[in-house]
């Protein structure tokens, strides 16, 4: 159903969805604490790794969901 996933390409896209959680949570701690620049670092940061994650997802299993 799936096809030929690797197994490097999972690893990756964990990878990618590990590193968004931490980085959504320094990006409220640092908000918290008042921190602008380091706010404004990890928020777009942040951004940058969920739209990589997003685009590892799609590229994985995007397939799955087009009609």
Request: hydrophobic share 60%; charged share 15%.
């Given at each position: 159903m799936?096809?030929?996933?690797?197994?490097?390409?999972?690893?990756v896209f964990l990878i990618l969805v590990w590193v968004s959680a931490a980085d959504?949570?320094?990006?409220?701690?640092?908000?918290?604490l008042h921190?602008?620049?380091?706010?404004?670092?990890?928020?777009?940061?942040?951004?940058f790794s969920i739209v990589l994650a997003g685009w590892a997802y799609f590229s994985i299993w995007g397939y799955v969901w087009v009609p």
């Open positions: 799936l096809g030929d996933i690797a197994i490097a390409e999972i690893s959504v949570i320094a990006t409220v701690v640092f908000y918290k921190f602008r620049k380091a706010f404004a670092i990890a928020a777009y940061s942040g951004l």
